[in-house]
């Protein structure tokens, strides 16, 4: 809760709560029993009134702590423990912690004092920061690390960190002499890239955590949103471009990471399926009596021009060139998936034995004039396979604005039937006769022309 306002003191203060402290265990040889082990030199291990577990205590919200690698010549600094620690209203604060220290909070945020009855009293032993910024420059401080690697040689002994919600990159460098640390902001760029209020850069710009490999460089990861569960980022690597080291002079050799268990072999739960060319060439494509008139003889299947096959399908090659017969047609239309002209679908194929194609039939299965050619002829449709009105529609109406309307009540009425015996088959050899159009005269209605 903010403002920690637990207890007389706090949480922090209370060194029986685990509640705002550094906390250290020991998590190794837990096979068995506890799931971690209190070291034997921890600072409280015998005070009745404090948990073993604590390490340091009166801490607020810490966020990424780190240890120091020590200078690589002189091992200079190795093992110090930095930490970010979140402030409440005003100061974020780097704390350098240290074994059994106190750092103040709820009784001081940064170098301010946060609960003044508390702040005035001497008893607390309070250690300050070594580094505090207000909210102007960030809200919420996040950790980083002391630069050891070999590469940029300027970075040494740099602690490098960043705030969450302004994006800033700044670092800490120490006064060997003082012991007092200087801030400086690390800078991306040219001129006034730096200048306050603009941010820096154009990396994204909430810095959610720091990280180092095994040679010592330093990486952060930020995201474009400020959420620390967002499932985005980017992470970057820390240069310097102004000097590098020699080349050759950085061989890391990786170390061998020893394993606790076994491995454990990776077997992918979906099998990889081939696929085949997904989508044919346009002349395979053609229809298959274009491909026996360009076939050189009669015995040879069609091919394309890429010298292939052009065959979508075996059956479509069984037969070409003059043995392409009505029913041949209708199978490699069918099997090898084109789809044939609507005219070529209402006439019968001619075949071997010849004769002349007969008038396609209409709807009502009688040849030459029907009364769907009647209608057509009204409405101005000349075609000649155009789509006959099937026997259960009618047609109202005359020229373009003509709509076909379903048959209602008056189809049941003994004229409409009357009308509807026209379409008879006529002996063969007589010329078909042109049936009467009907005037239909339904129980109480007016008569209407069909």
Not at 65 to 92: I, M, T, W
Not at 269 to 294: C, G, L, M, N, Y
């Amino acid at each position: 809760m903010a403002g920690d306002p637990f207890g007389k003191f706090g949480n922090a203060q209370n060194k029986s709560a685990l509640l705002g402290k550094v906390l250290r265990i020991d998590v190794d040889r837990n096979e068995r029993g506890p799931l971690y082990h209190i070291p034997p030199d921890n600072p409280f291990v015998g005070d009745p009134a404090a948990r073993p577990e604590v390490y340091a205590f009166g801490v607020r919200n810490m966020w990424r702590c780190s240890f120091d690698r020590g200078d690589p010549a002189s091992g200079a600094g190795r093992g110090r423990l930095f930490c970010g620690d979140v402030g409440q209203n005003k100061f974020e604060e780097v704390d350098l912690v240290e074994r059994g220290r106190n750092y103040g909070w709820r009784a001081r945020e940064g170098f301010e004092c946060y609960d003044r009855k508390l702040c005035a009293n001497t008893s607390l032993d309070d250690v300050l920061p070594i580094f505090a910024y207000p909210h102007k420059l960030g809200k919420s401080v996040t950790g980083g690390y002391v630069y050891r690697g070999c590469e940029y040689p300027n970075l040494n002994g740099l602690y490098i960190f960043g705030d969450f919600m302004s994006g800033r990159l700044m670092s800490l460098r120490e006064n060997l002499g003082t012991g007092q640390w200087r801030y400086s902001e690390i800078c991306m760029g040219r001129g006034q890239t730096c200048a306050f209020p603009g941010l820096i850069n154009n990396y994204y710009p909430h810095v959610i955590s720091f990280a180092e490999d095994e040679a010592g460089e330093l990486y952060f990861m930020s995201t474009g949103v400020p959420s620390a569960t967002v499932a985005r980022g980017v992470v970057y690597k820390m240069i310097d471009p102004s000097r590098r080291a020699p080349p050759g002079k950085c061989q890391i050799q990786p170390a061998h990471v020893r394993l606790r268990s076994r491995l454990v072999p990776f077997v992918p739960k979906e099998k990889f399926i081939r696929r085949t060319e997904s989508t044919p060439r346009p002349e395979d494509r053609e229809h298959p009596a274009a491909h026996s008139a360009r076939a050189h003889h009669q015995g040879s299947p069609p091919q394309s021009p890429h010298g292939r096959s052009a065959c979508a399908h075996p059956a479509a090659c069984t037969a070409h060139g003059a043995a392409w017969t009505a029913a041949g047609r209708r199978a490699a239309a069918g099997t090898a998936g084109h789809r044939r002209p609507r005219a070529l679908q209402r006439r019968r194929a001619s075949g071997a034995a010849g004769g002349p194609e007969p008038r396609p039939r209409a709807r009502g299965g009688v040849r030459g004039r029907t009364l769907g050619h009647r209608v057509r002829r009204r409405l101005g449709h000349q075609g000649r396979h155009r789509r006959v009105p099937p026997a259960g529609l009618r047609v109202r109406g005359a020229g373009r604005q003509a709509r076909r309307v379903r048959r209602g009540p008056r189809a049941a009425h003994p004229a409409g039937r009357r009308a509807l015996r026209g379409q008879r088959a006529q002996p063969a050899g007589v010329r078909p006769r042109r049936p009467r159009l009907a005037q239909l005269r339904p129980p109480g209605g007016r008569r209407r022309r069909v």
